[in-house]
């Protein structure tokens, strides 16, 4: 039951049962309420109607007769209306006549303590009971002592008011008259039965019919629901099946509608967790290539070294002289395996600061060119220009020695790596670019040279002393830290003879953001 009433399902069934219910029961109040006050003025109406009615007869009957005694008697017999009993009382609402209702014989009742009876029909004929005449009347002295209190008119005004006996309701209307410069006031009492039994029927329809109503939108809501969240099921259910070993499975995503493209969305990033798991299993295995092969001469060399008892100083020499450079070669691999991960993690720090391009490549020509000059490389900066910028000096440092370090490898004897400056404006920052005249990079590869661990000419990459690893990591370090320093490193031009890499940086008017020590 937790589980349920937790669910999205359960939730929506919910939700569609309220807002389907508020307006409803609204409806119902109102529509209620509208029928009770359109019935009770309909009800003042005929009792003003019939009141006035009466009293322009009560007025005609006194010009023909002599008495005005006789004319109250004569309106009462003659002017009746059915289900309304009608009163004529003094100024000090003592009851001078009374009518009785048409159907019903009470010609004689016309003083206070006329008799009470019922009249009965059948049929479409009402069956009903005239109200206690000193009932009556002590309502109407409380209605006029009332509305005196409150400073309204006198007791003689017109109103209307609902009052109730053991027998039922009565709605009471009053209307004032004046005879022989007289003030008499006459008072209409109509029995609400039959008003009580419309609005009763109307209760009774209403509390049927929104019950049955409410829970025939709460089914709905609820298959409703279920079938709209279905999908979301099967796509749970699928995606509980995928783990590490099926990545390459997929949510069905068939559907153009929301689902569709949440389950699309999902399928999204699947793509690109089989895409990191797949990059993360090829760094493992290049990584665990790449510390073999030094390991293994170093583990070679020493068991070689050791296997002879006696050995000369310069063969020590010359055996701890490879284990050096292994050892080396395998620090470079380690620091730049490590600088890798930190990046990718976004815990590498940077220390931006107001640098000097131009001093940076100063440095990173002069690391190199002890290289330069073994392989017979002309080194040569063709172009220099003020750049000024907000960088780490350091990371930048490492990604032009890696461009050159690159180019060098890459030349043969009597070949030329140049470097040229430019500053492309605000906007674009400043640029520098390393060109080589070696044997150029296939256009297939252009952006393969970029990936971890990717040597077009693995052979070479291994054995030549260098800066760098060798390991086919530089151009992607010098390709991650220029994107954290929101530039770009692109191979822009490769053919036989010449290849170039450009190295595009933002100047100091544009200072990084968010590039402060990062835990």
Not at 53 to 71: C, G, I, K
Not at 135 to 164: H, I, K, M
Not at 394 to 406: C, Q
Not at 493 to 498: A, C, K, P, V
Request: charged share 25%; aromatic share 6%; proline share 4%.
């Amino acid at each position: 039951m937790g589980r349920w009433s937790s669910s999205v399902r359960a939730r929506l069934t919910w939700w569609y049962t309220v807002v389907l219910s508020v307006p409803l029961v609204a409806f119902a109040v109102v529509s209620y309420l509208l029928f009770s006050r359109t019935l009770e003025s309909r009800t003042d109406a005929f009792i003003s109607d019939a009141l006035t009615a009466f009293s322009r007869e009560l007025v005609a009957e006194r010009r023909v007769l002599p008495t005005l005694d006789d004319a109250f008697r004569m309106t009462v017999r003659e002017v009746r209306f059915r289900d309304l009993d009608i009163v004529i009382l003094d100024a000090d609402l003592q009851v001078l006549a009374k009518s009785a209702p048409l159907g019903e014989d009470r010609a004689g009742a016309t003083d206070g303590t006329a008799k009470r009876t019922t009249g009965r029909t059948t049929g479409r004929t009402t069956i009903s009971t005239g109200p206690d005449t000193r009932v009556l009347v002590e309502r109407l002295r409380e209605r006029s002592t009332d509305r005196a209190s409150e400073d309204r008119a006198g007791p003689g005004a017109n109103a209307a008011f609902t009052y109730g006996e053991p027998i039922g309701s009565f709605r009471v209307g009053t209307q004032e008259l004046t005879v022989d410069g007289m003030p008499y006031q006459l008072a209409g009492a109509y029995p609400l039965a039959e008003v009580e039994q419309t609005l009763a029927r109307i209760r009774s329809l209403f509390l049927f019919a929104i019950p049955l109503l409410v829970l025939s939108a709460s089914t709905g809501g609820y298959f409703l629901a279920k079938r709209s969240l279905a999908p979301v099921a099967s796509m749970s259910a699928r995606a509980a099946e995928i783990g590490a070993s099926t990545l390459h499975e997929r949510l069905p995503a068939e559907s153009q509608d929301e689902l569709g493209d949440l389950a699309r969305t999902v399928n999204g990033l699947l793509d690109r967790l089989e895409a990191s798991f797949a990059q993360q299993r090829r760094f493992m295995a290049d990584a665990s290539h790449e510390l073999r092969t030094p390991t293994a001469i170093l583990r070679t060399e020493a068991d070689v070294t050791l296997s002879q008892g006696h050995r000369s100083e310069s063969e020590y020499r010359e055996s701890l002289a490879i284990m050096q450079d292994t050892a080396r070669r395998l620090t470079r691999i380690v620091d730049d395996i490590f600088l890798l991960a930190r990046a990718d993690a976004g815990h590498l720090v940077m220390h931006p600061e107001l640098v000097h391009l131009e001093d940076v490549v100063h440095h990173a020509m002069r690391g190199v060119r002890q290289l330069a000059e073994r392989r017979q490389v002309a080194l040569v900066l063709e172009a220099v220009v003020e750049a000024p910028l907000v960088a780490d000096a350091d990371l930048l440092g490492r990604v032009l020695l890696n461009l050159l370090d690159n180019a060098i490898k890459h030349s043969a004897p009597g070949d030329t790596v140049s470097v040229r400056m430019s500053s492309e404006g605000a906007e674009q920052g400043h640029a520098v670019t390393v060109a080589d005249t070696g044997p150029g990079i296939p256009a297939a590869e252009w952006e393969r040279v970029f990936e971890r661990f990717v040597r077009l000419d693995s052979v070479r990459s291994r054995s030549e002393n260098s800066a760098t690893s060798g390991a086919g990591l530089g151009l992607g370090i010098a390709r991650r830290i220029a994107e954290m320093h929101r530039g770009q490193l692109e191979l822009v031009e490769s053919r036989l003879g010449r290849t170039v890499f450009r190295l595009t940086v933002p100047d100091e008017s544009t200072p990084l953001v968010g590039v402060a020590d990062r835990a």
